[in-house]
């Protein structure tokens, strides 16, 4: 990673009790065939504005091109949450072009009523003290075991670093979601159970749902052979460009 990588912590709630407060009454909001007529168009979203919740109501209209979504949009077709979360959000704050970068932490804040903490692994001095990356590991764990919402990135330092592919496949200034913590046991067999030897490791996720790192511990890279065919079951290891990886 590089070396002006940024780790975000915004504490919460729990992430389940915080969709409801984004999106309440979602049961009462989903398409039901068995009562089309109840259907309006429209939909109530929440976001935390500068000390309380503030109530955002839209209609069903989405922006598209060759009749496709134009920003965010699911794999799923027939699912349209988190575009209309995104136009509800970009309602509240003027327009799309409003949503365009930005900073992680202000938006984890939106979304959670929370308290976000940036951190810089350079002015920490954390990517040369091993001491200090250990403790770091313990944080995220303790962050991610509690139900908070992480993010990370590499920080661009120009307008012209923005969205830039690295070689290792990770893009700079692009906020990643980290998606599990853990520490990974290496061996094969009864004897990985009494060895003393484990792996923290981070899994990490690129909201684009493709373009992954490539280096060591990726999809499908040698590393993954110390590991267990039973431990990469229980960690969920899988090969494919889905946009996540360890």
Known sequence: MSDSE??????????ASLCGWVIPDWKDQEWDDEKPEAYAGIFHFRFWRFGEWVDVVIDDRLPTANGELVY??????NEFWSALVEKAYAKMCGCYEALDGGNTADALVDFTGGVSEPMDLMENGVKNDEEKRNELFERVLKVHDRGGLISCSIRATSAAELE??????LVKGHAYAVTDV????????????????KLTMIRMRNPWGE??????????????????KSERERIGVTVQDDGEFW
């Open 6 to 15: 940024v780790i975000i912590l915004g504490e919460s709630e729990g992430k």
């Open 72 to 77: 965010c949009h699911s794999n799923d077709k």
């Open 164 to 169: 830039a592919k690295l070689a290792c496949g």
């Open 182 to 197: 853990r520490r990974v046991r290496l061996g094969h067999g009864l004897l990985a159970y009494f060895r003393s030897d």
């Open 211 to 228: 373009r992954e790192w490539n280096g060591a511990w990726s999809d499908s890279s040698e590393e993954w052979k110390k590991v267990s």
